[in-house]
């Protein structure tokens, strides 16, 4: 099934080796700019040429192309993960060289080296940075993703293992310039199966647009615990840098990749409904209503409520057609939100205050890791957003949910199917808890005394097909605003 997909995808699958590679291995010759002859000529012949290009990686939790300081939008700051990027020789900054681009046609580029070690997922992304806008002539930043992920769900090896692996991952918006690419590579003695391409359509090429868009190339590497922290922390800083890039120049024709040569992800949505069985929403609804009894038997009561909704975002339709920021929406991922009906009009979304320690939210959901096998998702993950200028407070990873449910579950075999989170500006004696301070910290993101906060929700990459979940797979999480 993976290989079917990649195929679709026309992501052709890279491959991993072990660490240690011999003296005669063309990872460590590519890794010393040593570049088989035969190859270089036959690109020459093809009016070809291959230009050093370079990975960074970015320090913060959100990437900051071109210099500049972006806010931590909704969807970019994830605080758990690294961001990376690929600075290309197109640009106008130091030595020509800039992480935001613009491509010809047949150009090319390509990332090759090590992914890192075991983590909870990693992915390559294609964007669009920003776009001219007819009616004013300026540049509209939509940071949006233009074709799906090479992630550790699709990526190929060698060995049947994403991670500790030796890859290629070629980006083109011409099948012959992908080609000239991955010949490349085949002439250094990579293996067939370790060269993966990301096609883009050339819409978004130098050729095919009077204004052509910037674009910029995104690395995720997403971590829930502090050991896979140091993991990455440890890879990304490797004295011999685990990833490299080379950037191909060819004649400037136009590319020939149209967005239906690009699989959807709509096309690729599993049904398992196994969140939907009888015993699991039995199960939820017996959760909220002794969580609700335990606080109300303190004093709370229940201001607001909503269930939670999930979406996969389409970029042309939500973010380039409306000239509105996607902050780098993954395609591998779902996102959600929770939406109350106020005074009997539309949803709204559900935001809250927390003036004090008597206000609080508490959401109670299922754990989707217990169902469909294990293989509904990756991992899910809980935020709060400031909403003033969408700047993340706070999140906590799945993994630290666990036992949350035991205390209102105690005559159910399974309590870790559900979680129990709180919101609260003191989580001291709360340990599944998402603390909220105040402003007055510095350097560290708060919220006025009556500022507004919303919860977000993050739901990563179905583990059968290798890309974003279908979001009626999952059970809603509820959300309570309660104050005494």
């Given amino acids: ?240 840098p685990p990833m490299k890039a080379l950037f191909f120049k060819g004649p400037g024709a136009a590319g020939d990749v149209l967005d239906s040569d690009l699989v959807r992800w709509d096309s690729l949505l599993r049904d398992d409904r196994s969140e939907f069985a009888a015993d699991a929403t039995a199960g939820l609804d017996l959760l909220a209503s002794r969580v609700l009894q335990h606080y109300t038997a303190l004093g709370y009561q229940v201001k607001d409520q909503a269930v939670e909704s999930l979406r996969h975002i389409d970029p042309d339709s939500f973010c380039r057609d409306a000239w509105h920021t996607c902050n780098y929406d993954a395609p591998d991922a779902l996102y959600g939100g929770f939406y109350c009906a106020r005074n009997g009009g539309d949803p709204q979304r559900c935001t809250g205050l927390l003036p004090d320690t008597g206000s609080r939210a508490i959401i109670v959901g299922l754990n989707h890791h217990g169902y469909g096998q294990g293989r509904l998702m990756t991992y899910f993950s809980y935020a709060v957003t400031r909403l003033t200028d969408l700047q993340g407070i706070a999140t906590l990873p799945d993994v630290l949910t666990l036992g949350s449910a035991a205390q209102f579950l105690p005559d159910l075999p399974n ?40 919860i977000t929700t993050r739901v990563y990459l179905d583990k059968v097909m290798g890309t974003a979940p279908n979001p009626a797979n999952f059970q809603g999480a509820r959300l309570f605003w309660i104050k005494r």
Avoid at 74 to 96: K, M
Avoid at 421 to 429: E, F, G, Q
Avoid at 430 to 440: A, I, K, N, S, T
Avoid at 441 to 454: R, S
């Fill in 1 to 240: 099934m993976i290989r079917r997909f990649a195929a679709l995808l026309a992501l052709v699958l890279f491959a991993g080796m072990a660490p240690a590679q011999p003296a005669a291995s063309p990872w460590n010759s590519l890794a010393a700019g040593r570049f088989n002859a035969d190859s270089l000529v036959q690109l020459k012949a093809a009016g070809y040429t291959i230009k050093p290009a370079r990975v960074l990686w970015y320090t913060g939790s959100t990437p900051p192309p071109a210099g500049r300081a972006q806010p931590a939008g909704y969807y970019v700051n994830n605080p758990l993960t690294v961001y990376g990027g690929v600075e290309l020789p197109v640009g106008r900054g130091s030595g020509g060289m800039s992480d935001i681009f613009q491509m010809d046609g047949d150009a090319a580029f390509a990332i090759y080296g090590s992914t890192p070690p075991p983590i909870t997922y990693y992915s390559f992304t294609m964007n669009e940075f920003a776009r001219y806008r007819p009616d004013t002539g300026k540049l509209v930043e939509t940071n949006s993703s233009i074709a799906l992920s090479v992630n550790n769900g699709n990526i190929g090896t060698t060995q049947g293992q994403p991670f500790d692996a030796n890859f290629v991952v070629i980006v083109a918006a011409q099948f012959a310039a992908a080609q000239q690419a991955r010949e490349f590579f085949l002439r250094q003695g990579v293996p067939a199966q370790s060269i993966n391409t990301i096609l883009i359509p050339h819409r978004f090429t130098r050729q095919s647009s009077a204004r052509a868009p910037t674009l910029n190339f995104l690395t995720r590497l997403t971590y829930r615990t502090q050991a896979e922290q140091d993991i990455i922390s440890s890879f990304v800083q490797r004295p011999t």
């Fill in 415 to 454: 309590p870790d199917d559900y979680f129990v989170i709180t919101v609260s500006r003191d989580c001291t004696l709360e340990p599944h808890c998402l603390e909220v301070p105040y402003d007055d910290q510095p350097g560290v993101p708060g919220l006025p005394k009556f500022g507004p906060v919303e």
